[in-house]
C-alpha cells in the first residue's frame, strides 16, 4: 500500500520524505489557504521534495475552466496530479485530461457508484472521504470495501485512495481492505510511527547500558 502525506505543510513533508515514508501527497484548497501561499508555489516546492504524484486541487467548477485550470497545473511538473471534484462537470473534465495523459484524481467521493464512475471517466485515483462519513455516523471503511469489490469485479485500474483519514485504525483498516494508497494527514503519521512500549523499552535499554559503564 502506497503512502500519501495529506498536507500542504512543506516542513511536515520534508520531515516524513526524510524517513523514507512517501510515495506521493495530496492538497485541497483548505490545506492550501491555511499555509497562506499560493497553491503554485506550495506545488512547486512539494514536487521537489517527494518523488511520487502530488495532487493540486483546481477550483474551477465548470468544465473548460476546470480543464485549462488543470492543464496549467499539470505544467507545473511531471508529478502534477490534477484533482476534481466528483460533479458532473469534473466528470468531463476528468475524461478530457485523461485522454491529454494527465493524471487526475476524482475527489470528494462518498458513494460506491460515484466511484464506479468516476473509473469509468477514467480517474487515475478515487479519493472517498471515509472521516467525514463517519462523522455522519456512517461507515467510512465500508465504502472502502464496495470500492473495493467493485473495483475487482471488473478489473477497474483506478487507484483506490482513501482520503479523510482520522485514526490509526482508518489505515489498518484501510490495508486489510486493499486500498492502493492512503493519504494521511502529519498528526496520524506520528501516531502511526510512536508505540508507548517502544518509548519504555529504548529508556529502559539506555538505563541499563547507562549503568552498565
Ligand atoms: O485531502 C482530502 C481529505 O483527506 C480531507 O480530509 O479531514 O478534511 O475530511 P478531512
Same mark, same amino acid.
Given at each position: 500500500m #502506497? =503512502? &500519501? ?41 512539494? /514536487?521537489d521534495l ?11 467548477v ?8 488543470g492543464l496549467?497545473l ?8 490534477v #484533482? ?9 473534465? /476528468?475524461?478530457?485530461?485523461? @485522454?491529454?495523459? $494527465? #493524471?487526475?484524481? $476524482?475527489?470528494? /467521493? &462518498?458513494? !460506491?457508484?460515484q466511484?464506479?464512475?468516476?473509473? #469509468?471517466?477514467?480517474?487515475? =485515483?478515487?479519493?472517498? =472521504? ?12 465500508e465504502? $472502502? @470495501? ?18 479523510s ?5 482508518h489505515?489498518?483498516y484501510?490495508? +486489510? ?5 492512503v493519504t494521511? !494527514?502529519p +498528526? ?26
Open positions: #502506497k =503512502f &500519501f502525506i495529506d498536507t500542504a505543510d512543506t516542513d511536515a513533508i520534508r520531515r516524513f520524505a526524510a524517513m523514507g515514508l512517501l510515495d506521493g501527497v495530496t492538497t485541497n484548497p483548505s490545506l492550501i489557504a491555511k499555509t497562506g501561499r499560493s497553491r503554485e508555489e506550495v506545488i512547486v516546492e512539494v /514536487c517527494v518523488d511520487g504524484p502530488v495532487s493540486a486541487e483546481v477550483v474551477a465548470e468544465r473548460q475552466a476546470m480543464v485549462d485550470e496549467a499539470a505544467e507545473i511538473h511531471p508529478n502534477v496530479t #484533482k476534481v471534484p466528483l460533479i458532473p462537470d469534473g466528470l468531463a473534465a /476528468c475524461r478530457e485530461m485523461t @485522454a491529454s495523459n $494527465v #493524471k487526475v484524481n $476524482v475527489t470528494l /467521493c &462518498f458513494s !460506491p457508484v466511484a464506479l464512475l468516476a473509473a #469509468k471517466a477514467g480517474a487515475t =485515483f478515487i479519493s472517498p =472521504f471515509i472521516g467525514r462519513l463517519d462523522d455522519l455516523g456512517q461507515d467510512g471503511l465504502l $472502502v @470495501a464496495d470500492i473495493r469489490e467493485i473495483y475487482d469485479n471488473y478489473g477497474l485500474e483506478t487507484e483506490l485512495l482513501v482520503a483519514i482520522r485514526s490509526t485504525a489505515v489498518r484501510a490495508a +486489510k481492505l486493499g486500498a492502493d494508497v494521511v !494527514p +498528526k496520524i503519521m506520528d501516531q502511526l510511527i510512536h508505540h508507548p512500549l517502544t518509548d519504555t523499552g529504548l529508556k529502559q535499554f539506555l538505563a541499563d547500558h547507562e549503568a552498565q559503564q
